[in-house]
């Protein structure tokens, strides 16, 4: 059943060419779809249109059947999370503070969380491996930990849809790794939809039911990882030549850049 | 943590009037059995000294809880009224009406407080282009880059109308400039009262936004904030506190900086506390730095404005370098 749906979205800043082209997708309730393209292909873009952050020139997004529009920041808050590439803190919160935020759109103007809600976050917590950090400052923390701390935070909204921009781009081998298992253990545990935009063409092999190719703001491609994670496809968004082959070890399909295409 | 805050506000405003070149005492003050035209105490206490501690409480607590409010939203802890330029464009309303004599009042309310807003609006509406700028990914030095050029502009224009006024009129808008909380009684308390109160009422509705954009405003937009909204609350509300405080007590240097860090350094970053704790402790700092003004320099005095600037100029440079590190 589809959960979230762009139909024929357009955007462009500052009235200049269109980021966002016509884009039309749909994401299946409890799967993990992920988001290629190349630099400056309109991901961003897209993933704030469909966050409800901006706001489309033309179409529209439905959640559950329902235009986005319709929805006050706060309600749809209460239904699609986002974790941003990177989060800074000008201040110095605990990473309990930032995991707590993700209160917000549950709470009324006056009133203060509840037991309820720190349960809720220090579940969340838990669940992202980060219950150890609580009262770390989170300006101190490393990549990863910050990473794994702001999906807490996403988490903590209790939201059915998770939108993640290139969450693993500033991260080592190994956080990569973690950042991975960890969104394929909350899509299981929890059935958290999510939409994944990255670079990392192994890392959406690994986790992605489905993907959607995206080229100078249009959809390129859409469809099951395997059909549509080709070689073909790969050259066309990157000007790369590369070979795709099933991994016996690894138990998905593997990506190699051997060249650059002319 | 806030009740040890109100206590300290509250100890300092009643001990603050009793120091002074005419020592008087608390007992006599309140003494009911001689009548108030034969208290001598009791009149220096609520007519020469009382308005000014009222109105340094005042003055603090605006300028305060205005730094708070730019500093989250420009998520830059060095952003304050007088490093955007708010102050400097409060300023340059009240040198324009000094100098040029526009003293007609405006609905029974003296020109000074008016000109002020409107210059505090006018810088405001600078700052918030900034801010605008900053959402869309200009760095904070920039910002704070952009805000040191903005004082230094409107502060060439303000000596420029200086130069524009007569003798009496320069050395009545160079006292003005430097800041200073000799205020002649209660009623211009009261009409820089009513802004500051309103003001942080609407600013009191928001802590956990400002929480939220100190985070940035994708993030902030995420959780459910809607940051337009929020924003313009907060930034008028801010501009309005700039510039109440200013036509009050004149540009006082760096309060708007020094107490948010200090309260922060105390009660953490969670704004529901930091705004009220800065909100008082913002009073209780201008109290003191006005009662070493008035004290510690001979019986001329000094003004307050100079006193917040010996403070403020060294901690302003250690939180620069610290933060640099």
Known sequence: MTILDAQELSFSYDRKAAVVDGVALSVARGA?????????????????????????????????????????RRDLARRIAVVPQETHSTFDFSALDIVMMGRYPHLHTFELEGANDLAIARRAMADTGTAALEDRRFAALSGGEKQRVVIAGALAQASDVLLLDEPTASLDLGFQFDIAALLSRLNRDRGTTMLVSTHDLNLVAALCTELVLLKNGRVVAQGA?????????????????AEVTPHSRAGHITVVPVGRAD | MLAAFGALTAIVCVTAPLIGSTPIQLSRVFDRTIPFADNVDAQVFFVA???????????????AVAGVVFQAFLRNPLASPDTLGVSSGATLGAVIVITFHIDSALLGVSAVPVATFAGAAGALGIVYAMSVARRRGTSST????????????????????????????????????????DVGGYTDIVVALVPIAAACAAIGTLPRELDLVSMGT?????RGVDVRRAEQI???????L????????????????????????????????????????????????????????????????????FLGGPFFLWLLFRRAR
């Not at chain 2, 308005?51 to 607590?61: D, F, H, I």
């Not at chain 2, 994708?218 to 995420?222: V, Y």
């Not at chain 2, 907060?234 to 309005?240: I, N």
Request: aromatic share 6%; charged share 10%; with cysteine.
């Open chain 1, 32 to 72: 993990i779809v992920g988001l290629l393209g190349p630099n400056g292909s309109g991901k961003t873009t897209l993933l704030r249109l469909l966050s409800g952050t901006l706001t489309p020139d033309r179409g529209r997004v439905m959640l559950d059947g329902r235009s986005i529009a319709t929805l006050s």
């Open chain 1, 225 to 241: 990882t395997d059909a549509v994670l080709t070689p073909a496809h790969i050259r066309e968004l990157y000007g790369v030549i």
């Open chain 2, 49 to 63: 000294r009382l308005p000014r501690v009222l109105a340094a409480a005042l003055v603090g607590s605006a300028f």
């Open chain 2, 142 to 181: 920039v910002l704070l880059l952009a805000g040191v050029a903005l004082s230094a502009f409107l502060g060439a224009l303000n000596r420029f109308i200086q130069v524009l006024g007569d003798f009496t009129d320069t050395f009545r808008s160079i006292r003005w400039m430097m800041g200073s909380l």
């Open chain 2, 218 to 222: 994708a993030a902030a937009e995420s």
């Open chain 2, 234 to 240: 907060a930034l008028v509300s801010a501009s309005l």
């Open chain 2, 242 to 309: 700039t510039g109440a405080a200013v036509s009050l007590g004149g540009p006082i240097p760096f309060v708007g900086i020094i107490v948010p860090h200090i309260v922060r350094l105390i009660v953490g970053p969670d704004h529901r506390l930091v705004l009220p704790a800065a909100a008082l402790f913002g009073g209780t700092f201008l109290v003191i730095c006005d009662v070493i003004a008035r004290t510690a320099f001979g019986p001329a005095g000094m003004p307050v404005g100079a006193v917040t600037a």
